[in-house]
């Protein structure tokens, strides 16, 4: 079974602050990467997918990169409103594996 | 645009069932694949399984396969996820997506679950 990491669990950053996050797979999963963010009490929302393509109409602050096992998501210029919890997500044949999640917090 | 709504909020006893339903609009459910998620109180996203009305094709989850089926009606639009046998650790927020490819890119908005006596 894939299975998926995030790092780190959480972190807190100032405004403007660059963010990284980092999500390794367990095997090779080619570009099978989504990144999705979730606010308290929503759904969560496709940013990335296909570990680097932007999502129609997210700000172009947010991006990704990777192949194989290791990928990253970034944040060039963090705001206000990107406070919330953060997924890597693939695939295990059928079944949809995400990672455990990265909090963003402002400082 | 491409809606997914959501049941409302169900509380439900311990041993009992709950089914959720997910009307689509806006797309093409028929060809589409649904996935159910569940999302406990402060934890993660744990996938359930999928369902893809085109085809009849039912994925569950090993978790979950003895007591999950999902439904489609295709007249109107809408899956359901029946959940049986229910427990304390099956509090928690039930969502339904689109896949589309290897995109999951609409969303419910949710429907809690509480299981309580």
């Known amino acids: 079974d894939i299975q998926m990491t995030q790092s780190p669990s959480s972190l807190s950053a100032s405004v403007g602050d660059r963010v990284t996050i980092t999500c390794q797979a367990s095997q090779d999963i080619s570009n099978y990467v989504n990144w999705f963010q979730q606010k308290p009490g929503r759904a969560p929302k496709l940013l990335i997918y296909d570990a680097s393509t932007l999502e129609t109409g997210v700000p172009s602050r947010f991006s990704g990169s990777g192949y194989g096992t290791d990928f990253t998501f970034t944040i060039s210029s963090l705001q206000a409103e990107d406070i919330g919890t953060y997924y890597c997500q693939s695939y295990d044949n059928v079944a949809v594996i995400f990672g455990p999640g990265t909090r963003v917090e402002t400082k | 645009q491409v809606q997914l709504v959501q049941s409302g909020a169900e509380v439900r006893e311990p041993g009992s069932s709950v089914k959720v339903s997910c009307k689509a609009s806006?797309?093409?459910?028929?060809?589409?694949?649904f996935i159910w998620v569940r999302q406990a109180p402060g934890q993660g996203l744990q996938w359930m399984g999928r369902i893809v009305p085109l085809l009849n094709v039912l994925n569950y989850a090993q978790k979950f396969q003895d007591r999950v089926t999902f439904t489609a009606d295709k007249g109107t639009s809408t899956t359901y996820m029946e959940l049986s046998r229910l427990t304390s650790d099956d509090t928690a927020v039930y969502y339904c997506?689109?896949?589309?490819?290897?995109?999951?890119?609409?969303w419910g908005q949710g429907t809690l679950v509480t299981v309580s006596s």
């Open positions: 997506a689109r896949r589309t490819g290897y995109k999951i890119d609409y």
């Open positions: 806006g797309g093409t459910f028929i060809s589409s694949a």
